[in-house]
């Protein structure tokens, strides 16, 4: 093939492609599915959520290694495992990796054992991934964000001074340049609010302080090429449920339906996030990146909330929606641009077709944390499958599987399960990570009772012991960090 210049010739070039392409990272859930469109894709893993069954998903055995604090920490263990690297060798060709998140350091083990790291460099995405720089890129491609100011903060007092100047009001959302919105996000409305986060705050070189306002979360992945930016659908949020996760506004799923937004909001948000992705490549940046936006609810504003350099928690819903088996996952764009290969896309024709509300059908995804405050250790956990509901709402295991196009109808969906058997259980850990047709949330964007029967039905067939002793000090602890 000598140019890409469709979608046809874009599927043909991966269904015939000769290259190993591995996703190195805890799990395989960010970009699981992938290797079904991709010939030669696989994945290294840390956690094996598919108990050895699943074909493409290489897990090798565990060794004596410092705790983990980072998702960065699993991929360079495994970058440095005897069995991961005479694995890469022994599938031979000229490989290439992708990861969920790396650091210099990632950079340098992929060199060591010849892999080529197909994503913009760690120095890059680590700039991009600035809250505040995100605030700037944004105003250089004429994307808004809420009201905001981006300054040192040295006390209440002088908060309230900044939020006086730049007329934001008494009631502020104060953020870090990193982290997850569960953690770094501090909504500041009395002296006494302030005073529980004083030391984030303070100890901060520069935090975003923005006005409150009344708003709908929402999510849109993207792929900056050199043919322009490619924009999936507009996915909505579930965040702060309290049923999975005990962070306060933390990131717990998301929905992706027709109607989930007025069709000015969804048109508006998919200008905003090809006009970001084209400042993005005017910065050096280029491939997959995901884009938070706030919908403020009163006037219908659409502003800009984040930006996550990478893949993320919504990559799955994205390259599984409707638009994707009409044409192809978002994410093969992304390997296109760093594959080498020519190619000239009409990327105007692309994004228009995208757009029509019936390439867009309904699925949702929770991710169920341990949300008690107790610590044990697991000591029986539901297998990754297929699940049923019956009509009183219980919840049964039904067969194995790793796809989640399996699901037949709404009483029936997927798990793939995160903490095991043997792993601890302890507040914040991630259990597994649900998929069912259809919508978990009602019109008041709170769970329904379709998936908080889901969700206790799952937790059903999880039970712990109390720790007595730690036979091994390096016992794997998924959940302790952001992993997916």
């Known amino acids: 093939m000598d140019i890409i210049r469709n979608v046809s010739d874009l599927n043909l ?33 840390y956690i094996d959520c598919f108990d ?8 090798p055995a565990k ?9 960065e920490d699993i991929n360079n263990y495994l970058l440095q495992h005897k ?30 054992i010849g892999l080529d790291l197909w994503f913009p460099s ?50 502020l959302v104060v953020q870090s340049a990193f982290g997850d919105s569960g953690h770094t996000t501090f909504f500041i409305s009395s002296k006494a609010d302030f005073e529980q986060h004083a030391n984030d705050i303070i100890n901060d070189p520069e935090v ?11 999510t849109l992945e993207a792929v900056a090429t050199r043919s322009g930016t490619l924009v999936g659908p507009l996915l909505t949020e579930v965040v702060g449920a309290s049923e999975l996760t005990p962070y306060k506004g933390g990131w717990c799923g998301n929905e992706v339906f027709a109607g989930a937004f007025t069709e000015e909001v969804r048109l508006k948000a998919r200008e905003l996030a090809m006009k970001f992705g084209d400042q993005l490549l005017e910065e050096g940046y280029r491939g997959y990146f995901d884009l938070d936006f706030l919908i403020d609810k009163d006037t219908n504003e659409v502003y800009l909330g984040e930006l996550n350099p990478r893949i993320c928690g919504a990559s799955p819903m994205t390259n599984h929606a409707a638009f994707a088996y009409a044409d192809a996952p978002l994410f093969l764009f992304h390997l296109m641009e760093f594959s080498g290969v020519p190619y000239e896309l009409d990327t105007k024709t692309l994004n228009a077709r995208w757009a029509e509300p019936h390439f867009i059908d309904s699925w949702s995804q929770v991710v169920i ?22 009509e009183d709402g219980a919840v049964s295991y039904h067969r194995f599987d790793y796809n989640r196009q399996a699901i037949d ?19 914040g850990a991630d259990l597994g990570i649900l998929i069912t047709r259809g919508r978990s949330m009602n019109d008041d964007f709170r769970l329904n009772l379709r998936a908080r029967d889901w969700i206790g039905g799952i937790k059903k067939y999880y039970s712990g012991a109390p720790i007595i002793s730690t036979p091994d000090m390096y016992a794997p602890t998924p959940g302790s960090f952001k992993i997916l």
């Open 369 to 390: 944390k341990h949300v008690e405050s107790n610590v044990d250790v697991v000591t029986h956990a539901p297998p990754s499958g297929i699940y049923r509901m019956s």
């Open 83 to 112: 069995a991961v690297i005479d694995y890469i060798e022994r599938n031979g060709g000229n490989p290439a990796a992708v990861f969920l998140m790396f650091d210099e350091k990632t950079e340098e083990l992929c060199k060591e």
């Open 122 to 171: 760690a120095a890059l995405r680590t700039r991009c991934d600035n809250k505040m720089e995100t605030v700037r890129i944004g105003n250089k491609a004429g994307v808004p964000s809420v009201p905001n100011a981006l300054e040192k903060v040295d006390s209440y007092e002088h908060l309230m001074q900044i939020a006086e100047r730049h007329g934001l009001g008494q009631h």
């Open 52 to 59: 050895g069954r699943h074909p493409n998903v290489f897990v």
């Open 13 to 45: 070039f991966f269904h015939r492609n000769e290259r190993p392409i591995y996703f190195i990272s805890a799990t395989n859930f960010n970009l699981n599915g992938i290797d079904r469109w991709v010939r030669r894709f696989r994945h290294i893993n």
């Open 409 to 427: 109808s709404e009483r029936e969906a997927f798990f793939q399960r995160i903490t095991g058997p043997g792993d601890y259980r302890y507040e």
């Open 208 to 218: 975003k302080i923005m006005k409150r306002i009344n708003c709908r979360g929402a």
């Open 63 to 71: 060794l004596p290694h410092e705790e983990f604090e980072s998702i």
